[in-house]
Structure formats: C-alpha cells, structure tokens
C-alpha cells in the first residue's frame, strides 16, 4: 500500500475539477480579510475550521460564499490561484482546469475584469515557472436565473480568448441543467467547451439532459448515473469523462463510507473516471490526498490507479502534444 502511495505522488497528475474559491484557506482568507478590512462571521482561524462539518452540499455552499466574499482586488485572486497553484505543483500536477464563479463576485461589486485578470495572470506564471497548463472554466451558479447567466455571459464576451469553457455548478437539486438550455446554445456558438455538475445530489435526470439536451463535453460528478444501466451505457458510447471527486463526496455526504465510493465500480463498468479535489481547503486534502484515501479506503490496485491518472490526462482538455507528453511518462512510470 506503501509503494501504491509512492507512486499516486509521483506520477504526473491533472486536476480537472477546481473550484479556484474552494482553495481558499482559512490562514490566507483571515490574511485576506485583514488587508481588506473586511470582518468575517468567525473570528478566529479554529473556529472557522471547527465550521466545516458538512451534511450536503448546500450546507458547504453557505460558507464557501461566505468565504469568498473578502476577495475584492485583482492581487486577491492572483494571490489565492498562485497559493493552489504552488501547492499542486509540489503534488506533480501538471495540468489544471480551474473554475472560477464570475456571479459570486459581479454580486459583491467586483468587477469581471478584477477576478479574471488575477486568476489569468497566475495561471500563466506557473506556465512560465513550471510549464504546468491550465485551462480556464466560468461556471454559472444555477440557483440564479437563465437572465443573470446570460448577463455574465456578456460581461465575459471580451476575454473569450482566456475562457476555454463553461460549466454549471452550486446547490443543484430544483435547479436542471435544461434551465441553461439557451445559455450553453450560445457559449457553445461562441466556441467554448462545455461542462456541468451533474448527479453530484441531483437524480440520473439531470445527467440525461447534461448529455442530451445542453450536449456536456464533461460530467462533473456523475455519481448517480450509476442508478441508471442505460445512462451508463450512453456515457461510455459517448466516452464522456466523470470528474469524481472522493474526498468532497466523502465530506458533502454523497458517500457515507470511502470504503463504499464507488470509484472502482466506475472503473470496472468501463467509465472514464478521474480524480480531483473540488474544493480542497474545505474538505480535507488536495489530490495527493485524494490519491491516498482511496489507495488506504478502497484498496484499489496499480492497474486501476494507473487508469485513473491516464483517465486524467486523456480526458483533460490539454493539447494533444501535451498528452502525448505526459502519458509517455506515466507508462515509464508504471513499467
Ligand atoms: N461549487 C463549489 N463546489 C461545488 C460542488 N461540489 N458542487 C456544486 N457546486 C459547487
Ligand atoms: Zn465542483
């Protein structure tokens, strides 16, 4: 188990599902809030840390916006993407695809310009440092409504050329993917990838019309799919990819047991499973420790830890080169 460990450390990874806020620690958010004059509900580190005991996903929401709300200049973003950045680079992520939620801030004041300029610019100095990829991901909220996305779709238009995609994401069930119908239309008329959450809490419903009707590039989640023998068939004739997340669904619920996550099942049905963190300031561990819950609470094998980190590499949405690249590497590894 050891040396299964050793290795998930070692071999190049990707992440390809970050929600760029939920990196926010708590040292970083007081040291945030400080220079910021802003208060936080919780007035120390610990007790803020105490906050994070979670029974679904909604209960995690309310303090993720909280959280995020002392993010107001352009150094803010910057400094909170180069703190994840730095950390996953001493993990041997080599490629990221990184969400941010514009309406998360457009609704505090903060302009678009302001977050994405800080996000943008630390996403191309770990490439000039490390020569680590990133792809970026504006996700819409979807407890808000089909105007505001749209909204945010305009305020976007003019730094189309940093944005690879778009994806859906916050509290999920009441609010279907179909509600963004038209907006995915036009995202994808304007060339942009597209992802959402899906079958995170929400029914295999939801995953149908991320497929079917909004025609995903990606499934974020997608762990009730496995409820549904003709959705799983259809997502592997589509050869879609399931960004899973175990140690979020361990903390929101989703799982009761690592033991139980059903990641191998995954595995073994033939789906393009990958692992990711999610947000990993709120729940416990960034990928190297994802890696390691599961090699210490599923027993997964070499094979299959093999899988997943190819998994994450050919279902990223790096260049082709890149991939080529990096899977050259994680073969040597593995051999
Ligand atoms: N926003 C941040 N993390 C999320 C998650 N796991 N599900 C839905 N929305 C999110
Ligand atoms: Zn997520």
Request: proline share 3%.
């Amino acid at each position: 188990m050891d040396n299964l460990i050793e290795l998930s450390k070692k071999m190049p990874k990707t992440e390809l599902h970050l929600h760029i806020e939920g990196t926010f620690e708590p040292e970083q958010m007081f040291a945030i809030a400080q220079r910021n004059n802003v208060k936080l509900k919780y007035s120390t580190v610990d007790a803020l840390k105490a906050a994070y005991q979670f029974t679904n996903l909604q209960d995690f929401l309310d303090l993720y916006y909280q959280g995020m709300s002392v993010l107001l200049h352009e150094a803010d973003f910057y400094d909170l993407t180069m703190a994840y950045l730095e950390k996953v680079n001493s993990e041997n992520v080599v490629h990221v695809e990184i969400f941010f939620d514009p309406q998360g801030h457009l609704s505090r004041g903060v302009s678009f310009d302001v977050q994405i300029r800080g996000i943008y610019n630390a996403l191309q100095d770990a490439e000039k440092k490390w020569g680590m990829t990133s792809k970026l991901i504006m996700s819409f909220l979807r407890h808000l409504s089909e105007e505001s996305a749209f909204d945010t779709l305009e305020q976007a238009k003019p730094y189309l050329s940093w944005i690879d995609g778009v994806g859906l994401d916050s509290s999920e069930v009441g609010h279907p993917p179909e509600k963004f119908l038209r907006v995915f239309e036009a995202c994808k008329k304007l060339g942009l990838k597209v992802t959402a959450h899906a079958g995170e809490e929400g029914p295999p419903e939801y995953v149908w019309q991320a497929i079917d009707q909004i025609g995903v590039d990606r499934i974020d989640h997608g762990n009730r799919a496995l409820e549904d023998d003709k959705l799983i068939d259809t997502i592997k004739e589509r050869n879609l990819t399931l960004t899973v997340c175990p140690l979020s669904n361990l903390k929101l619920c989703v799982v009761n047991d690592m033991k139980d996550h059903p990641i191998r099942s995954m595995l073994k049905l033939g789906l393009n499973a990958t692992v990711n963190s999610d947000d990993p300031a709120y729940f416990g561990g960034y990928m190297n420790d994802n890696y390691t819950s599961l090699i210490n609470d599923t027993g997964i094998s070499k094979e299959e830890l093999f899988q997943l980190a190819k998994n994450g590499i050919t279902g990223s949405w790096m260049e082709e080169h890149h991939k080529e690249q990096h899977l050259k590497q994680l073969n040597s590894l593995f051999a």
